[in-house]
């Protein structure tokens, strides 16, 4: 792989001498020793990027190490991010001067930059970026967009708005009532999207004819913002990539036949996996490589199918009372009392408690075993229309909390 790195200038820190280069984990790393008389309150960086094919920049992460100050560069898609520079020194106040708009792929306020990830999960970091911000529903989008593109930021600013009041109504109110969506084009052919953080989202987009993203995948990463939780695999990946699908539907973004294509495109990827009468999800995460496009994995695509099929399955069990997004509320509402990570068995008890009887069997045939699902036809058929949105606490007390445990059991 080519080594990443600047092409133009390193990074310079203002009252610091020349910084020295080397490699860690494959990025480059230039570090600066601690000035005599301290660091400054913030701490200014200078550098100018000029990206290329051969040697591609992601971006940049800040912290400070026994007197050092460090900035690592992280490769797209390489190498893994650092989660634990937030806990050691998110006290940390570094000002960089970047091009216009960038405030708006960053996803953090003002000067502060806390480094769990970095500043943007994208290969272009230099030139001007059109940035366009949409208030509705009391949640604000701001969209930061670089490169040529045939559509109008403000129409994309839109859709993103009309997604993100989807979510609101059928999820809940999100953790954050400011969202940062960035949008750069790609140096290859490749179309991919990632949460960069608590209220950042970012687009890398192979620009053939100008288009943006698709509306499933904007919706993808949208819904991502409204996981309080951590799950295995089929429902952090597969069950959201429904999700999206559906609030796209109820956004107004996509019709019935369309809604119902993208279904089927999905279970058709579904049924020509080689895998797919053999691996159940447990299977998958012991046997299959750990980096590949989404289509290869059955917690995606199998992941989405088994969400609609959960979906009918409660919404029918009670007489539309309940369904996948109420299961999701349910599930976000239990991270206010710090339960964040869930099992299959404790999804599958939750959705129990939902469907006011035993789903052991779904889970059996669908999530722990290998049946072959329905075609989506079939499970779009004769649907409860959609239960209104009934309210979440946002944080449960302890004794909630432990009654809610225990009617799950």
Excluded at 34 to 46: A, E, H, L, T, Y
Excluded at 162 to 179: E, K, S, Y
Excluded at 204 to 233: C, I, K, M, N, Y
């Amino acid at each position: 792989r080519p080594l990443t790195g600047l092409l133009s200038q390193d990074p310079h820190v203002e009252g610091t001498r020349r910084a020295r280069w080397d490699l860690v984990e494959g990025a480059p790393r230039w570090t600066f020793d601690r000035p005599s008389g301290g660091w400054d309150d913030p701490i200014r960086v200078r550098y100018r990027l000029a990206i290329t094919a051969e040697r591609p920049l992601n971006a940049w992460s800040a912290g400070l190490d026994e007197g050092l100050l460090y900035a690592p560069a992280e490769a797209l898609f390489l190498v893994p991010t650092m989660p634990d520079l937030a806990a050691r020194h998110a006290a940390i106040r570094v000002r960089w001067n970047l091009p216009r708009g960038w405030d708006a792929f960053t996803g953090w306020e003002g000067n502060a930059f806390y480094g769990t990830r970095t500043l943007v999960k994208t290969n272009i970091l230099a030139g001007e970026i059109v940035q366009r911000s949409v208030d509705a529903c009391g949640l604000t989008v701001e969209l930061g967009v670089h490169g040529q593109w045939s559509f109008a930021p403000v129409d994309l600013a839109g859709e993103l708005a009309a997604l993100a009041c989807a979510a609101r109504h059928r999820l809940g109110v999100p953790a954050v009532d400011r969202f940062a969506v960035s949008l750069v084009p790609a140096r290859f052919p490749m179309t991919s999207g990632n949460r960069n953080g608590p209220h950042a989202i970012g687009f890398v987009h192979q620009v053939s004819d100008g288009d943006p993203p698709g509306t499933r995948l904007l919706a993808h990463e949208l819904v991502h913002l409204w996981q309080q939780f951590d799950g295995p695999a089929w429902f952090q990946e597969g069950v959201n990539d429904y999700m999206a699908l559906r609030l796209a539907h109820e956004a107004g973004l996509l019709d019935e036949e369309m809604l119902a294509g993208q279904l089927e495109a999905i279970d058709s990827i579904y049924r020509e996996h080689p895998q797919h009468a053999d691996w159940s999800f447990a299977d998958e995460a012991r046997e299959a490589l750990p980096y590949g496009p989404s289509d290869a994995y059955l917690a995606y695509r199998k992941g989405a199918l088994v969400g609609l099929s959960l979906d009918r399955e409660l919404r029918l069990r009670t007489g539309g009372r309940a369904d996948v997004a109420l299961l999701w509320r349910a599930m976000n509402a239990r991270a206010g009392w710090g339960h964040v990570q869930w099992t299959n068995e404790e999804i599958a008890a939750r959705a129990s408690a939902l469907a006011e009887g035993s789903v052991s069997r779904f889970f059996d045939r669908y999530v722990h075993g290998t049946a072959e699902l329905p075609p989506p036809a079939d499970l779009l058929a004769n649907l409860p229309a959609l239960p209104e949105p009934r309210p979440e606490p946002n944080v449960l007390g302890a004794v909630a909390a432990f009654l809610q445990a225990t009617f799950d059991q």
